[in-house]
Nanobody, 122 residues
Framework: QVRLVESGGDLVQPGGSLRLSCAAS????????MGWYRQAPGKERELVATLTSGGNINNINYGGSVKGRFTISRDVAKNTMYLQMNNLKAEDTAVYYC?????????????WGQGTQVTVSS
């Protein structure tokens, strides 16, 4: 089992910055994908960024609306993932969810955190 705990959500003015953290505990496979997703009121959950780890793979992928403004990173020793968000816009307002997918034996095991609220408003 895996537990994901997000933190760092807050109210911030447009143009401001925030850093979200996701602390993972439990059994984490060497091959996995960690990522951030977000869901605004009345909208579907969407990809923000993912980081694939394992073997020779270390790929990062961003959703189109956050490219150039958000940066995903990971501290493997601390089992913690981060999302640095700069130049925040009102449309970035959403609940941000941490996601981990363990990959092993041809099977994927997804896990989600409880979410953290980010509100961008003046």
């Amino acid at each position: 089992q895996v537990r994901l705990v997000e933190s760092g959500g807050d109210l911030v003015q447009p143009g401001g910055s925030l850093r979200l953290s996701c602390a993972a505990s439990g059994i984490i496979f060497s091959r996995n994908v960690m990522g951030w997703y977000r869901q605004a009121p009345g909208k579907e959950r969407e990809l923000v960024a993912t980081l694939t780890s394992g073997g020779n793979i270390n790929n990062i992928n961003y959703g189109g609306s956050v490219k150039g403004r958000f940066t995903i990173s990971r501290d493997v020793a601390k089992n913690t993932m981060y999302l640095q968000m700069n130049n925040l816009k009102a449309e970035d307002t959403a609940v941000y969810y941490c996601n981990l997918v363990n990959n092993g034996g041809g099977i994927s095991y997804p896990y989600w955190g409880q979410g953290t609220q980010v509100t961008v408003s003046s």
